[in-house]
DNA sequence: CCTTGACCTTACCATGATGGGAAGGTCTAT
DNA sequence: ATAGACCTTCCCATCATGGTAAGGTCAAGG
């Protein structure tokens, strides 16, 4: 299988699997005698789990962990649910800022008429001229 | 007042500060003879608005479109309304897809013992195992 | 006057993950 | 044999930010 069917196969791009094993996250695969790389469904089936894991917002550096693990017969599956854990930590604190600057928005724009008069509390409070002098 | 002064009062990196002069979102200062920029109050008012709508997750593009309607005395405060508006959208699209992230994980990290057993559920989501016949 | 140290200047490189393109080699089907 | 689809490597771009290096400037103190 080359490359470009081995992309249809798993859903990652050629691209990202040459760069995918330029940084060492997959094996370099065997090449035709005309350089082709060369993959079977192994590599296929490593490279769907790429996908996934990155689809779930998991990192290249985590990915490349949880890969381990997979491969690891003696792992212990304790070691991933902790990857996982901090994932989810680190995304719940992503989302919570967000819904804090969504927030900080609502509010600005339920106070905006949204009409042609000069004042605009969203201008406003990024300028900060409520919360702050003005002056120097 | 020198970069570095502007940098403190302004809460942007001296760095920061000149990679906006360079990509035109503010203007370039006048310098010393000795080729210094010099600002003055004005000018770390812009970068305070500048650092506050990044805060608020705004893009450089977007930043520069609030700074012009800011410095624009005849601007409708609709269009202002308008870029925060479809800001929120965006940032709640975002927050959705994370949600459905934690989602997918936590109910992963649930069905994992998290003990020393090779069968490791969050892994065999990732590989795909159980939602598709693994023969090629 | 000279030195020291803190500051400034530009220029280049790096990140993380991905896409785009160019220039050239290979394979397959007609 | 030739066209077109595929492959190869290499370089560049993104976005916003940080770092580093090599060199110029300024203020304070001996």
């Given at each position: 299988m080359n490359i470009g069917q081995a992309a249809d196969a798993s859903g990652v791009s050629a691209k990202m699997i040459r760069y995918y094993e330029q940084i060492g996250l997959i094996r370099p695969p065997t090449r035709t005698d005309s350089n082709y790389r060369v993959y079977g469904s192994d590599e296929v089936h490593v490279l769907r789990f790429i996908r996934r894991s990155r689809t779930l917002g998991f990192s290249i550096e985590e990915t490349g962990a949880l890969l381990a693990l997979w491969q690891d017969?003696?792992?212990?599956?304790g070691e991933v649910r902790d990857i996982a854990s901090e994932h989810i930590s680190a995304l719940e604190t992503k989302i919570a800022e967000l819904e804090s600057m969504v927030g900080t928005l609502k509010h600005l724009v339920h106070c905006?008429?949204?009409?042609?008069?000069?004042?605009?509390p969203i201008l406003d409070d990024l300028a900060g001229t409520h919360s702050k002098t003005k002056g120097h």
């Open positions: 017969k003696t792992r212990a599956s905006c008429q949204g009409d042609n008069r000069p004042d605009c």
